[in-house]
């Protein structure tokens, strides 16, 4: 097993530019989700999936959209991207909801800059 | 409510020495209690877990401490090891319905001396 890979590993775009972060999983976890991390604030949620078709926002959505159209993929897409959104980003899987008594597994994430 | 407190931001230890990590919670809902080990440049992975119904876990040189009363954990490692420099998160999750939400700590860098 591949386990939760991402691509690009790193990302330089320029304010205003549009791109989408890849995320997938051959672990046929149902839940899946999208952090960023930034220096001295942990991680944070984004976004996140119960399932294909289903996506929710987390704590800091705004400027991210996503979509599940099957069990393996979740990409996150940047519409306009902005400085605000140079960060580390992580995807992450489970197997049942992301509260219970369950591992969560990361991708090796993505480094963007926005300049 | 929501929040998890984690101290310290960062931490030296000398090679061989215990390394100690705080976390507060607020939310008495919470009742399950993971630590991720990230090193550089790689993904968060679990390193160990907790439930409130016991008070410590051990796994190998990394133990869990558990106090519901006053609502802090925290994890001790042993005989620290250069390697086991990486940044270290606690979480907190409520068990329930799919959407409660793991909420994590801010972070503690970890520098062991050789």
């Known amino acids: 097993n591949a386990g939760v890979t991402q691509t690009p590993k790193f990302q330089v775009l320029k304010t205003g530019q549009s791109m989408t972060l890849q995320c997938a999983q051959d672990?046929?976890?149902?839940?899946m989700s999208w952090y960023r991390q930034d220096p001295g604030m942990g991680l944070r949620l984004i976004h996140y999936?119960?399932?294909?078709?289903?996506?929710d926002q987390g704590e800091v959505p705004n400027g991210y959209n996503v979509s599940r159209s099957t069990t393996e993929d979740f990409p996150l897409r940047l519409l306009s991207a902005a400085p605000s959104q140079t960060s580390v980003y992580f995807c992450?899987?489970?197997?049942?909801?992301?509260?219970?008594?369950?591992?969560?597994?990361f991708g090796p994430g993505t480094r963007l800059t926005v300049l | 409510q929501q929040q998890v407190k984690q101290s310290p931001q960062s931490l030296i230890v000398q090679k061989g020495g215990i390394s100690i990590i705080n976390c507060a919670y607020e939310n008495t809902a919470f009742d399950y209690f993971p630590w991720y080990q990230q090193f550089p440049g790689k993904g968060p992975a679990l390193l160990i877990a907790i439930r409130p119904d016991v008070s410590e876990k051990k796994e190998g040189r990394f133990t869990i401490s558990f106090n519901k009363s006053a609502k802090q954990f925290s994890l001790h490692i042993m005989d620290s090891q250069p390697g086991d420099s990486a940044t270290y998160f606690c979480?907190?999750?409520?068990?329930?319905?799919?959407?409660?939400?793991?909420?994590f700590g801010k972070g503690t860098r970890l520098h062991i001396l050789p």
């Open positions: 999936s119960v399932g294909a078709g289903i996506t």
């Open positions: 979480a907190a999750s409520p068990l329930g319905n799919r959407d409660d939400k793991i909420i």
């Open positions: 672990m046929n976890h149902e839940y």
């Open positions: 992450a899987s489970s197997y049942s909801p992301i509260s219970s008594y369950n591992e969560q597994f």
